[in-house]
């Protein structure tokens, strides 16, 4: 029976939605707090110099080494700065929460009903052999991400359930329902690839040819493993949109790969690399008092921002016997003496982290009231008792280093968890010591393992410390072969779909899953479902406040610090402009000053060792 013929005879369609949900809203932007700040028409964004002069060259540093230009699969370690190479369907705003503008899409059209998203592409739009950007190569990535990417994007597009080309420039997701408030901004995110560039070859392995693309820059040539150069791109279709104007002013992006963080910074001091930010305190206060500062060719800021700074911790593995007992988790977290390392090692730079949305109104505190009460009501019997009568606090110390408080605590929660000491070895039931090791990315964090190592040994532990190259560590961890490590698990003003790939049980057992704890907790994946799907603002943050409590008590990972500034220091050579947006440091809106560019070349040429 045909369509008319089922309206002729009255039956009903299932899929036919009434008019009200079938109309369409259009707009220029899509925002999860609100309107928009920027109307339609606007002319850049409000960071940026939109006359910034083209030009020049900079120089950046990366760590380790790469073997593949296909960041998109969990085979091989990807080089940095391929996001450059790409457009997206949308541009992210760095000076708003959960807001994005229109780029590589011209429109954006969603029903009332919130069950789907249109997005109309951009009649310029094109890939850099001139081939236009279409419905088809949307439909074709967003089929090739889900079915052979990383598993964080079947977890982050889970709710759709069909994307359909519709014309040419136009292409139609539909969802699961219309709960998942985000879901249009995850789509807007989406990377636009080439079909026909990578019809005949092979999208799940590796790739070491210059890849096709439709960004600002492209790869212009590469040493395997040691140098990437990108060249921005003369005719770039979207130069002239506001979501692009001010931007991509360097004509050269090089990329100099270094084995370890020390050398890196040397290199910066000899002038081989312009730009760098700087992760280590230490360093900070002490590694950059030397020739060119004090004539000031080099300069050196620390950049405020409002970004929230999630979760940096020792994260155990879960998936070890060792660490499921929640009482060995809890002693792991007492003996770590944040105060003594942050007055010796960081130069009191650093504020402890504790909640899982550090830095925002995401985080709970004190003890649940109000609606985030109500919420984890439900879940009483299944979430530990102590949650609704004492607020979760992490130990304070001293900062004196003689943390005996902590470790008596921990030494009594080890002996309830069926852990004794003899002969000054920590052994369970069976004689089997308590021994793991911390695996570690590079050098620069053994100054903070080592101190702790020291700790735990005190507890007749035999923790040992294990430092590799970045690229056998992301293979380590995609596999999850470890039994501690460092995680740093950052987070947005508007959680979502992303919390399935960081806690929930499924991600778990997942190779290549952002759950690197390993948490499998039915009451998480409960509560990251609620988050999803909260209808506003205000029941989003009473549900991830409840999110962060139940993970908190869960005490899964031993929290470290974070700071709320970018330390930053680069060769004198740069233009900026005058104020930088909340939520990035927004590099790409720096661009080179040829009047200072000369004296600066020349002292860079002065400060390499003859």
Known sequence: MDRRTLLASGLALPFL????????????????????????????????????????????????????????????????????????????????????????????????????VTFELHADARFHDGRPVTADDVVWTFNTLRQQGRPFYRAYWADVTEVVAEAPKRVAFRFKSNENRELALILGQMPVLPKHWWEGRDFARPLLEAPLG?????????ESGRSLTYRRVPDYWAAALPTARGTANFD??????????????????????DFRTENIAKEWATAYDFPAVQRGLVKRDEIRHEIPTGMQAFAVNLRRP????????????????????????FYGSYARTTSYFSNSELASSGLPEGRELEILQAYKGRVPDRLFTEPYALPVTDGSGNNREGLRRALGLLREAGWVVKDRKLVNAQGQPFAFEILLNGPSFERVALPYVQTLQRLGMEPRVRTI??????????????????????????????????WTSAKAQENGSQNVAGIANPVVDELVELVIAAPDRAELVARTRALDRVLLWGDYMIPQW???????????????PPRN????????????????EGSVEQGKREAKPQ
């Open 17 to 116: 939605r009434p008019a009200a949900a079938r109309a369409q809203s259009r707009s220029h932007a899509l925002s999860l707090l609100g309107d928009p700040a920027l109307p339609p028409g606007f002319t850049h964004f409000p960071w940026v110099n939109p006359d910034a002069p083209k030009g020049g060259e900079i120089a950046l540093t990366a760590l380790g080494s790469f073997d593949s230009f296909n960041g998109y699969v969990l085979r091989g370690t990807p080089a940095v700065g391929l996001t450059n190479l790409y457009d997206t369907l949308l541009k992210n705003s760095s000076d708003e929460a959960s807001t994005e503008y229109c780029h590589l899409a011209a429109a954006i059209e969603q029903p009332a009903d919130r069950m789907g």
């Open 214 to 222: 439709s960004g600002p820059y492209q790869l212009e040539r590469f």
């Open 252 to 273: 050269v992006m090089r990329y100099e790969y270094f084995r370890d963080a020390t050398v890196a910074l040397e290199a910066f001091k000899a002038g081989q690399i």
């Open 322 to 345: 060792l660490f499921q007992d929640a009482r060995v988790r809890r002693a792991l977290i007492e003996v770590f003496d944040f105060e003594w390392m942050n007055a010796n090692l």
């Open 469 to 502: 190259d970045p690229a056998q560590y992301q293979v380590r961890i995609d596999a999850f072969d470890y039994d501690m490590t460092v995680e740093g698990q950052g987070q947005s003003l508007s959680p979502g779909n992303e919390q399935r790939d960081f």
């Open 562 to 576: 974070h700071s709320r500034t970018f330390r930053v220091a680069y060769w004198d050579k740069f233009g900026r």
């Open 581 to 596: 947006p909340k939520y990035a440091l927004a590099l790409d809106s720096w661009w080179v000053e040829r009047t200072r």
